[in-house]
């Protein structure tokens, strides 16, 4: 096992034991304890003569960023982890912090001609008054600063260590995730530090750079669902393999898929840290379909249907009441969902109540709601209904040119990534018996009207087709839940939709015609559609077939536009 070093203790001890320790690899390059020390010293030096307690830091180098952050803690500062450098979050900043260190605009850089300054001693550092502040997304969409005493850090990577430090021991730590947020800190630059493991100092961003840069020598990748869901079966990662210990992920569910992905192209099955900014460390499993194991000192119970925590990784011994749904099992608890407006795309916590207010912020919105849906892709969907400057627009300049406007009224303070891909814009808002806009209402309103065509043979008066009728077609919902069925209404709607598509039918409904249901069509039938245009008679015929027999048939009838509609015909 490496021997372990509490944070406040990290340079106490036997200088000349530890000078040629590795602590990083930084371009190729090994770098010994001695030179990360004298690093610190020059932060200190710099931060000492910088008036005011508290600096925000960014670095993207993970061993520059460890040295300021020691070196400021060790001047006494408060050290404050801006998510990210956008100028709005740069702006916010300068107000509530005496400087900026390291990449920063104007960042403070360690003074290495006097780092020592006949002083090369550095004192243990004081659990309770060593801070450090990381922002992240709270209930209410607005950034959050989250304090954090190093006693809570301590605390925390002792928790790991404890779990998972004898599998990992004598490896190397590489990471695709940002030392600027919790779990990349923790895992990335804290954890190292204290057990003695060296640490890469260079971020891999794609999964070409991982296959190139890991190697038969130990290692472990510090990762995330974002880039574990995308690895390539084209890469050749046999050279990695022998030596990869462990692949954690955190930040989000790892789809089994995923997980299942990265056994059989790594070997080695992802183990998920499961907590929050605010929380720390709660729980782990190995196998994204088991349930979650706590950490050691962490106890929790459900509140309700609410996860509720209490830990040293706290700021105190109070219980915190989550915004995570669970459910107690025997091996620990699954997840069910959240219970508030935050959620996750690609791991960025996403506040749907911010995107809301944003958009009825504008003039051209009256209300909005919004809403997640997956599928291929995770997007942010909205629903809108709008004021009168804002029907005018789109009934002037349409649909696309409304949704362009409203995403660029958003650009400018939520994340490109949480901007709308969906849209509807409706007279009013759906609602259930209660009178409450629900998602579920709000969800129905995404899901298609009628199944995707696929197109079997076509001729300029007749056309044949196949439908596979899903039970999430929007038409399903409210008609016999218990057995869904088909409402003859549809079969009629998808007919008409679809000749119009096949026959660019410029005319409109007058009647029905011989009209016939014979069979119920149920979630999972296969439908042949066969349409017929009668130009003479200015008639549709329709006949809906599957494996079972005839289910409906028909024909509909349509008059001529007058000419001045026509071109209003979409």
């Not at 309770?128 to 990577?157: C, F």
């Not at 709601?369 to 599928?375: A, E, I, K, N, Y």
């Amino acid at each position: 096992m490496a021997e372990w070093r509490a944070l406040p203790l990290l340079f106490s001890g036997d200088a000349s034991a530890d000078a040629a320790r590795i602590v990083a690899f930084e371009h190729g390059a090994a770098v010994p304890f001695e030179s990360f020390r004298r690093q610190v010293l020059a932060w200190r030096c710099r931060f000492r003569r910088e008036a005011g307690t508290r600096v925000a830091l960014h670095a993207e180098s993970s061993l520059s960023f460890a040295a300021a952050l020691f070196g400021a803690w060790h001047a006494g500062k408060i050290v404050t982890l801006p998510g990210d450098v956008l100028p709005d979050t740069l702006e916010r900043l300068r107000t509530v912090v005496d400087a900026f260190a390291g990449d920063l605009p104007d960042g403070l850089q360690p003074d290495f001609a006097h780092g020592d300054a006949g002083d090369d001693v550095l004192r243990p550092l004081d659990l309770r008054s060593t801070r450090l502040v990381i922002y992240t997304s709270g209930s209410s969409g607005e950034p959050a600063a989250v304090e954090k005493r190093l006693h809570q850090l301590d605390s925390e990577i002792a928790s790991l260590e404890s779990r998972f430090g004898v599998a990992i021991d004598g490896a190397t730590i590489h990471g695709t995730v940002s030392h600027q947020h919790i779990y990349g800190l923790l895992f990335r630059v804290l954890w190292p530090l204290a057990a003695g493991r060296p640490f890469a100092a260079q971020r891999l961003a794609y999964p070409e750079q991982i296959a190139a840069t890991l190697d038969a020598q130990p290692s472990v990748l510090v990762s995330s669902p974002a880039h574990l869901k995308r690895l390539s079966t084209t890469i050749d990662w046999r050279a990695m393999k022998p030596g990869l210990r462990a692949v954690f992920s955190s930040g989000g569910p790892l789809p089994p898929e995923a997980s299942a992905s990265v056994h059989r192209l790594w070997g080695v099955v992802p183990v998920e840290v499961f907590g929050s900014t605010e929380t720390g460390g709660i729980a782990s499993r190995q196998g994204s379909t088991q349930a979650w194991s706590p950490l050691r000192g962490v106890d929790w119970r459900i509140d309700g249907e609410t996860l509720a925590v209490r830990s040293a990784h706290l700021p105190d011994a109070q219980w915190f009441v989550s915004a995570d749904r669970a459910v107690a099992v025997e091996q620990g608890f699954v997840l069910v969902g959240r219970a508030d407006r935050i959620v996750k795309i690609e791991e960025r916590r996403i506040s749907l109540t911010a995107i809301e207010r944003g958009l009825q912020a504008s003039p051209l919105v009256h209300e909005a709601r919004t809403l997640l849906l997956t599928g291929e892709r995770t997007v942010v969907a909205a629903v809108c209904r709008l004021t009168h400057e804002g029907r005018d627009l789109l009934a002037s300049a349409g649909k696309r040119v409304l949704v362009q406007k409203l995403r660029d009224i958003l650009a400018g303070s939520i994340d490109a990534i949480a901007l709308p891909r969906r849209w509807r814009f409706v007279e009013t808002l759906p609602v259930d018996t209660q009178g409450k806009v629900t998602e579920a209402r709000l969800a129905v309103l995404f899901k298609p009207l009628l199944p995707r065509p696929d197109w079997q043979s076509r001729t300029a008066n007749t056309v044949s087709l196949n439908l596979d009728v899903d039970a999430e077609l929007a038409v399903f919902d409210g008609h016999f839940p218990i057995t869904p069925v088909l409402p003859g209404v549809a079969l009629l709607d998808w007919a008409i939709r679809l000749g119009r598509e096949a026959f660019a039918l410029q005319r409109q409904f007058a009647r029905m015609d011989v009209l016939k249901f014979q069979l119920l069509v149920r979630p999972g039938t296969r439908l042949n559609l066969q349409l017929d245009w009668q130009e003479n008679h200015g008639a549709l015929a329709f006949r809906y077939t599957s494996e079972l027999g005839a289910h409906a048939s028909g024909r509909v009838l349509f008059t001529a536009l007058p000419v001045a509609a026509e071109e209003l015909v979409p």
